[in-house]
Every structure is written in C-alpha cells, then in structure tokens.
C-alpha cells in the first residue's frame, strides 16, 4: 500500500530533550516536506527536500533540522525542544514538482507535546 | 507577505444541497491552487488542482474555480452528502511552480441529514 508513515504518532517531552520524528515513503517520491499545523493558523512548511542530500528551508524552520540521506526518510529532529514546538507534525511527499504531479501524500501527523 | 484566507466560521448546509467554500489571497500570482480535505486526526488529502491558466476543474461531485482577477478560488460539492463533512484545506504554490506550498487554515464543512 502507497503511503507516507510517522513515528512516532503521540510524543510527550520535556524542555530540552533531544527528539527525532522519523518520515518514510514507499513511493519512491522525490519531494518531501515537513509541516506544522496549529489551531487558527493553517499548515505552515517547516523543511522541504527536493531530492536526496537537497534539502532548504521552509516558512517556519527556527528550532528544527532534517536530513536527507536516502530517498525514502525524511527525518525532522528537534535538538533542543521548546514548549513552543508543541504542535500536530505531518510529513509529506510528492513524486515531483511539475508535470501534474505536484499533488502531496500526507503521513498521519504526530502530536507533540513539550513540557 | 503572503496571505491566503478561508472562511473561519463553520459551514453548515443540509443533505442534497451545493457547498460552495471560498479561498482568497493576496499579495502573490500562484502558478497553482491545490485543495484537500483533512478528517479530525488525520493528515489531508488531496482532492483537486487547478493552474492559474485554468478557469475551472471537476472532479465527481467537485467543481473547483480559480479568478487570477480576483484573487480567488471557489470549491464547490454538489448534492452533498453527510460523509462530506470534513475541513477543506486550500493550498498556493508561491514558487512559480515548484510546490512550496502556503496552507490556508481550512473551513469545516458540517452536512447535515
């Protein structure tokens, strides 16, 4: 089955505390991208990457990193969390940016919770 | 900067009827519009694209409209159904094309039997 999954789906941490949320597609996609989505403010793009060790910067990327080092994961790492990261995570991937295939799958989110 | 806006209240219409969702932005001439539909805990999915040199897209029951003049895009679903109920996401490529997307924060679309 196509899909982009998450790990983990639900994560309580602490200030500080270094986390890594793991994003994998069998899709053989090109494009990833993370994404943050809190109450009354929409989905915001933290990283995206275009192809494997191609990644750059999103809307929102104070806080995060991500790594790019086979096609299939996309990880987002927090170093060094802060309660203002509290938030509903999704991965996503599409298999190109052009030519009608623009459109994202997206993984099934993970909520995190700093303390 | 960038500015996409959905309604924020919620819509509520009755079975059979046409939902009509509006999307407007500012300050940008996207290459792209997307919409998706996204269910309580689960992440979206992608339901329509229509580009900036189309006036309007169907799918099924779905009929999307984009007026570059207005700086608009409609979402229509016709003879609606309770099992459409969801939050609509509408999404701009601000990239001239290479799908850095900007979100809007959705509109609930409550259908009712």
């Known amino acids: 089955e196509a899909q982009v999954t998450q790990n983990p789906r639900y994560l309580i941490t602490v200030t500080g505390k270094k986390l890594t949320v793991t994003c994998s597609q069998n899709?053989?996609?090109?494009?990833m991208s993370w994404y943050r989505q809190d109450p009354g403010l929409g989905l915001r793009q933290i990283y995206y990457?275009?192809?494997?060790?191609?990644?750059d910067k999103g809307d929102v990327p104070e806080g995060y990193k991500v790594s790019r080092k086979e096609k299939r994961n996309f990880p987002l790492i927090l170093e060094s969390p802060s309660p203002n990261q509290t938030s509903l995570y999704f991965c996503?991937?599409?298999?190109?940016?052009?030519?009608?295939?623009?459109?994202?799958?997206f993984g099934p989110g993970t909520r995190l919770t700093v303390l | 900067s960038q500015k996409i806006e959905q309604n924020s209240e919620a819509l509520n219409i009755q079975e059979g009827k046409t939902a009509t969702l509006t999307c407007n932005y500012t300050?940008?001439?996207?290459?792209?519009l997307q919409w998706y539909r996204q269910d309580p805990g689960r992440g979206p999915v992608f339901l329509l694209l229509?580009?900036?040199?189309?006036k309007e897209k169907r799918k099924e029951r779905l009929k999307v409209t984009f007026d570059t003049t207005l700086k608009q895009s409609l979402f229509h679903i016709t003879a609606s159904q309770p099992a459409d109920s969801a939050t609509y996401l509408c999404?701009?490529?601000?990239?001239?094309?290479?799908?850095?997307?900007?979100f809007g924060a959705g509109t609930r679309l409550a259908v009712h039997p």
């Open positions: 999404a701009l490529d601000i990239s001239g094309g290479y799908n850095k997307l900007i």
């Open positions: 300050n940008y001439s996207p290459a792209y």
């Open positions: 229509i580009r900036e040199n189309e």
């Open positions: 899709m053989n996609h090109e494009y």
């Open positions: 996503a991937s599409s298999l190109s940016v052009t030519g009608g295939k623009e459109f994202q799958f």
């Open positions: 990457s275009m192809n494997v060790e191609v990644t």
